[in-house]
């Protein structure tokens, strides 16, 4: 009998991929550009000569100098990926060989986790909590390290609360791994750091901070651009950094000129794009926070610091098991999807809601349909208890 290779667990964060509801709240991400914004008069003439050939392995050097500029690096640091995915893979896949010691957090963006447990590695899991605010506390990831550790992968912000690792708390860890492990890096998925709300700061690049810290991101999130399947990573240290540019060439040779010329026109006009985005997201956060306060007896929630996401969590004293079970059943029939805990290693009763994507008027008619549903779950599960 042949076996059937499942090196990939599957996640139901898949369905995301899928079709989507009418009022969709489990979505991660914001309005998608469109390309028509992207080519201006006389552009679009430009844009059709463009060979279609093979690009560089490290990926095209004027993108990976507008890169550079960006994040205060040098060209030579940046490595273009297949979307911020890729990097996460490829770190993975280099770094940890089948029974070396990884180290993340739970929840966390399922394939993140993937990756780590694709290529093999020992996964040990750092439980943040709801009831923490999602913080990292590095007194309780300290005994999770070891001689055998080659990666630590956090996110900042996180997928799916939204809710940063400050600085101090990475430098913090940094000190962990002098001290057990110095021979692994730290990879900080930045996904989320440019989605800043309204003029609220945006936190320096992790790469900053140390030698063994990679960072990677993508256009995806905060660019409105995921379908362009552009991403990088930062790797200041050469021979991790060569590593990355030859697992690329094995796995994808380079990525497309087409994506790559279209993503430097993103970051030529990043802060028009990001810009106007940002407003979007705090306009969505603002009504947002507005439906917890009005639904405080149903939910409760963490504030994010970036990104167009938030962990919600239902009333244990409102909502037992089967309601919760009903809940997500209810939603469906609601054309409302949001995002279950248990994609991300959390309780279920938990949820990713996402307030980034859908036009305000959209987002307003989501939210009510979203309360509707929890005060009817409400009524029946009472009448049965009655």
Same mark, same amino acid.
């Given at each position: 009998?042949?076996?059937? =290779? ?6 139901? &964060? ?18 998608? &550009? ?31 100098? +507008? ?14 990926? *297949? ?64 001689? +055998? ?28 791994? +002098?001290? %057990? ?20 700061? *945006? ?22 651009? =995921? ?90 004293? *409102? ?60 009524? %029946? ?6």
């Amino acid at each position: 009998m042949t076996r059937t =290779p499942s090196r990939f667990p599957r996640n139901e &964060i898949i369905s995301l991929t899928e079709g989507a509801p009418r009022f969709d709240l489990a979505e991660s991400v914001g309005p998608d &550009i469109l390309l028509r914004d992207l080519l201006k008069t006389g552009e679009a003439d430009e844009m059709e000569s463009l060979p279609l050939g093979y690009g560089t392995a490290a990926g095209d050097p004027v993108l990976r100098r +507008k890169i550079a500029a960006m994040h205060g690096v040098d060209p030579d640091d940046v490595v273009i990926t *297949v979307g911020g995915m890729h990097a996460l893979f490829l770190i993975g896949f280099i770094l940890c060989a089948p029974g070396d010691e990884a180290v993340t957090t739970a929840p966390l963006f399922p394939g993140a986790r993937n990756a780590l447990a694709a290529v093999g590695a020992d996964i040990k899991t750092l439980d943040v909590r709801f009831d923490e605010g999602y913080r990292i506390d590095p007194e309780r990831l300290r005994p999770l390290l070891s001689p +055998k550790t080659r990666l630590i992968s956090l996110a900042s912000p996180q997928n799916p609360s939204g809710v940063a690792v400050p600085l101090e708390t990475l430098e913090q860890v940094l000190g962990l791994m +002098k001290e %057990i492990c110095p021979d692994a890096y730290l990879l900080v998925d930045e996904t989320y750091r440019e989605a800043a709300y309204g003029d609220d700061g *945006v936190m320096p690049c992790a790469s900053d901070l140390h030698g063994r810290v990679v960072s990677c991101t993508s256009l995806s999130k905060c660019h409105g651009a =995921p379908g362009l399947r552009l991403g990088w990573a930062i790797a200041r240290d050469e021979a991790l950094r060569e590593q990355l540019v030859l697992g690329k060439f094995t796995t994808v040779i380079s990525c497309s000129l087409a994506d790559e010329a279209l993503a430097l026109r993103v970051l030529e006009r990043a802060e028009e794009i990001v810009g106007k985005r940002r407003l979007h997201l705090q306009d969505g956060l603002t009504r947002t926070a507005a439906w917890v306060e009005a639904n405080s007896d149903l939910v409760e929630w963490i504030r994010p610091d970036a990104g167009a996401l938030c962990c919600m969590r239902l009333r244990q004293t *409102v909502f037992d098991d089967a309601a919760v079970a009903q809940f997500y059943h209810m939603l469906g029939d609601a054309d409302v999807r949001v995002a279950s805990g248990a994609w991300f290693g959390e309780d279920a009763r938990i949820f990713r809601l996402g307030f980034g994507l859908l036009p305000m008027p959209d987002l307003e008619t989501g939210l009510d349909l979203l309360s509707r549903t929890l005060r009817r779950v409400r009524e %029946i599960a009472g009448a049965e208890h009655a």
